[in-house]
């Protein structure tokens, strides 16, 4: 019987989330790859539990997270039902809805009925009553907007979610639906971009509207997908997504000029007393723009390694400046 860890809160900084009264845990669980079938269910389990005791209180999901779609949904239903009964009033769990799910005109986008019948299947899965984030994972651009955020202010009337947020919607796109949300009584409380020292769009216009709108942020593949670890200092290894032409990292990408950069980040890291991976989550992280940062997590070891990020989150001028020369060179 699985009991949380008394000091679960000692160590972990938490963030509000925009202007709202929600806060988050610096660094987020994602349950994006490493929880479906093809994986031991006592190490998926086991990453969960340390995550928690690390105070790692919010996992993160989508509807199509796997594989196949929706394991991870499953995955966690079993380990709330295993070992988080008693703490559902301590996490916070997301989900989204937005790609391919089921076959046909209305399994995918953005209707008001994908929408809702996802939220559905999706609490069904994890035995939920309610989840307490609720995205639309991408905006439609065949369906009004109107429509998209009634289904989810539905979803917070019908108190199915608690908040709603969007993921991978253009400044002008996350505007549009603050204001809308805002008619209706629920507010925006998040957007969840893909932002890294090597994926810097939200700087293009984005995080400058976040900041306006008090509306939060939450990045995914703040390690872009991997890359920004020890793992391809020496080129592309074995076992790697990249070796195995994953459809989120492609050998291509892995050019001699790109191991070049990782090999001088990481240099800078090691000057720091961290790991290119350490480095990279603190980076997102650095002056409290960005709310919470996803890690994914393969094993408890890999997990507790990128929790040890929120101890240095800070950065001076001249180690921002090298970091920016290395990038753009």
Do not use: C
């Not at 703490?87 to 937005?98: F, P, Q």
């Not at 391919?100 to 009925?113: A, T």
């Not at 309610?130 to 651009?141: L, T």
């Not at 204001?179 to 971009?193: A, N």
Request: aromatic share 8%.
């Amino acid at each position: 019987m699985y009991t949380a860890h008394p000091d679960r809160y000692a160590d972990m900084p938490y963030r509000r989330t925009g202007r709202s009264g929600l806060k988050l845990p610096a660094l987020s669980l994602g349950l994006w790859h490493n929880f479906g079938p093809d994986r031991p269910v006592e190490t998926q389990r086991a990453i969960l539990r340390r995550a928690f005791d690390l105070g790692v209180t919010h996992f993160d999901l989508a509807n199509n997270y796997g594989p196949p779609p929706g394991a991870a949904e499953s995955a966690l239903g079993d380990a709330l039902k295993a070992d988080f009964a008693p703490y559902r009033d301590e996490l916070v769990i997301s989900t989204k809805a937005g790609y391919l799910m089921w076959p046909g005109p209305y399994g995918e986008w953005g209707s008001r009925k994908y929408l809702l019948s996802s939220l559905d299947q999706s609490l069904a899965r994890m035995g939920l009553d309610y989840v307490d984030i609720f995205y639309s994972h991408r905006p439609d651009p065949q369906t009004p907007f109107e429509e998209t955020m009634g289904a989810l202010h539905s979803a917070v009337q019908q108190g199915k979610a608690l908040y709603v947020g969007v993921s991978n919607y253009s400044p002008e796109e996350t505007r549009e639906a603050a204001r809308i949300l805002g008619e209706l009584g629920t507010p925006l409380l998040i957007h969840q971009p893909r932002y890294s020292m090597l994926d810097r769009r939200p700087e293009d216009g984005l995080l400058d509207t976040l900041d306006e709108l008090q509306v939060g942020s939450i990045a995914y593949s703040p390690l872009e997908q991997g890359l920004l670890t020890s793992r391809y200092l020496d080129g592309i290894p074995e076992g790697s997504r990249a070796a195995s032409d994953s459809p989120f990292l492609s050998a291509d990408t892995v050019t001699e000029d790109l191991v070049g950069q990782l090999r001088a980040l990481a240099e800078i890291a090691e000057a720091r007393g961290q790991t290119l991976a350490q480095m990279a989550l603190a980076w997102v992280l650095r002056g409290g723009r960005v709310t919470s940062a996803l890690i994914g997590a393969s094993s408890t070891q890999q997990l507790e390694d990128s929790v040890t990020a929120t101890r240095a989150l800070d950065f001076d001028d001249e180690e921002l400046a090298r970091i920016d020369a290395i990038i753009k060179a």
